[in-house]
């Protein structure tokens, strides 16, 4: 069974750019993830899909957003990048939303550099 | 809020060490425990975990017990291999998220 996809998987961008990273579950996954990780936050949750809604949303600004396709698949856009943006940004699929009995499975992250 | 703490690294070993990196948390009610480690250049994976008080969680050697009165979950291994050499992240379950520790980094030396 392929793993979670995550394209690309460097990507270099400027301030103000946009940027849409994109995600693929691993198949039979419903539910999607995205987290932001950096050396001095640690790692973020974003939010949260499952079937095609979102769930849940963590505490970053509007200009994080994300959507999920009818097959599971999810991007996430990032808008007016700032320099603080630059990290790598896991994405995670599961079976069912929740933790306790249906585990995270990782992607290997997008890495995106503002400059 | 709920809160995850675990010891500072990085951590160095020599191989065929004993391993513990201590992880406590703070939480309303009782979340299910998790440790996840992230090899050099990849993604989480899921290590270990436990859903109630007294639960032992244990993967390739990894060991971890969940503790209610210490509210703590110890990860432990007898004896580390080179190959164990990654980062690792205890984390706790809040509703809708995983509330994470800052991560520990381990370096095994052959």
């Known amino acids: 069974k392929a793993g979670v996809t995550q394209t690309p998987r460097y990507l270099i961008k400027t301030r103000g750019q946009q940027v849409t990273l994109s995600c693929s579950p691993i198949?039979?996954?419903?539910?999607v993830s995205w987290y932001q990780q950096t050396p001095g936050q640690g790692l973020q949750f974003l939010f949260e899909?499952?079937?095609?809604?979102?769930?849940n949303k963590g505490n970053f600004p509007g200009r994080f957003s994300g959507r999920q396709f009818s097959n599971s698949r999810s991007e996430m856009n990032v808008s007016t990048l700032e320099l603080g943006d630059s990290a790598l940004y896991l994405c995670?699929?599961?079976?069912?939303?929740?933790?306790?009995?249906?585990?995270?499975?990782f992607g290997n992250g997008t890495r995106l550099t503002v400059t | 809020g709920n809160s995850v703490t675990q010891m500072e690294g990085p951590v160095t070993l020599s191989e065929e060490a004993f391993l513990t990196i201590n992880c406590t948390y703070t939480?309303?009610?009782?979340?299910?425990l998790f440790w996840y480690v992230q090899y050099p250049g990849e993604g989480l994976q899921l290590l270990l975990k436990?859903?109630?008080a007294d639960d032992k969680g244990s993967n390739k050697g990894f060991e971890a017990t969940y503790r209610k009165e210490t509210t703590s979950f110890h990860l432990e291994k007898g004896s580390v291999q080179v190959s164990d050499s990654a980062v690792y992240f205890c984390a706790s379950d809040s509703n809708y998220q995983l509330i994470w520790g800052a991560g520990t980094k381990l370096i095994i030396k052959p």
């Open positions: 198949s039979g996954h419903r539910s």
């Open positions: 939480a309303t009610g009782y979340p299910s």
């Open positions: 995670a699929s599961s079976q069912l939303p929740g933790q306790k009995n249906s585990p995270l499975h």
């Open positions: 899909y499952f079937s095609e809604t979102q769930r």
């Open positions: 436990a859903t109630k």
